[in-house]
């Protein structure tokens, strides 16, 4: 199985900081990483597919990038509505592996 | 609207078996995979299986094989997770999701609000 590595687990961050998460695959998965925002009691939400394709209706401040095995998430100027957990997941092989996830707390 | 309720959860004993449903709508359902992810309490997400449209190819990950079974209704717009031999570590929110293709990948893009199946005695 791929297995997929968030970096950092959690981070404390304030409102229009620019925040950063990576991903890094266990072997080559191309571009085929999406990118996943779940809040606390909450259904998870896809950001964005196959590494920098933003999903329709996230807001722009949401970027990605990467490919092969390291991907990164940036949130350009953090938001309240964006603290939340934060998963990246392979899609090039079954079984599709997440990321442990990143939650970004307020400083 | 897309929409995915999850039903069918609850409390069983270890050894036991429970039945999870998946009615959709909104979509075309014979149209889509399907999946179950599942997430154990305060845990991160874990896929657990998926079905072709039509059912004539179905997934498993590991820990599931030979327990598990996924099917669905195409008529009923409805997707099942048959659980047997249940085990105190399948204690989580299962999730339906529709399996989309995008951009030459997939994703699971409509989740269910899920329902939570704890496995204790």
């Known amino acids: 199985d791929i297995q997929m590595t968030q970096s950092p687990s959690s981070l404390s961050a304030s409102v229009g900081d620019r925040v950063t998460i990576t991903c890094r695959a266990s072997?080559?998965?191309?571009?085929?990483l999406n990118w996943y925002q779940q809040k606390p009691g909450k259904a998870p939400k896809v950001l964005m597919y196959?590494?920098?394709t933003l999903q329709s209706g996230v807001p722009s401040r949401f970027s990605g990038s990467g490919s092969g095995t390291d991907f990164t998430l940036t949130i350009s100027s953090l938001q309240p509505e964006d603290f939340a957990t934060y998963y990246c997941?392979?899609?090039?092989?079954?079984?599709?592996?997440f990321g442990q996830g990143t939650k970004v707390e307020i400083k | 609207e897309v929409q995915l309720v999850e039903s069918g959860g609850g409390l069983v004993q270890p050894g036991g078996s429970l039945r999870l449903s998946c009615a959709a709508s909104?979509?075309?359902?014979?149209?889509?995979?399907m999946s179950w992810v599942r997430q154990a309490p305060g845990k991160g997400l874990e896929w657990v299986a998926n079905?072709?449209?039509?059912?004539?190819?179905?997934y498993y990950v590991d820990s599931v094989k030979g327990r598990f079974t996924i099917s669905r209704e195409n008529a009923n717009n409805s997707l099942y997770l048959q659980m047997h031999s249940l085990r105190a570590e399948d204690t989580a929110v299962y999730y339906c999701?529709?399996?989309?293709?995008w951009g030459s990948g997939w994703a699971f893009d409509y989740w269910g609000q899920g329902t939570l199946v704890t496995v204790s005695s």
């Open positions: 997941q392979q899609s090039n092989r079954s079984p599709r592996t």
């Open positions: 072997q080559n998965i191309s571009k085929y």
């Open positions: 196959v590494a920098s």
């Open positions: 909104g979509f075309t359902f014979s149209s889509y995979w």
């Open positions: 079905i072709k449209q039509d059912g004539s190819e179905k």
């Open positions: 999701a529709r399996d989309a293709p």
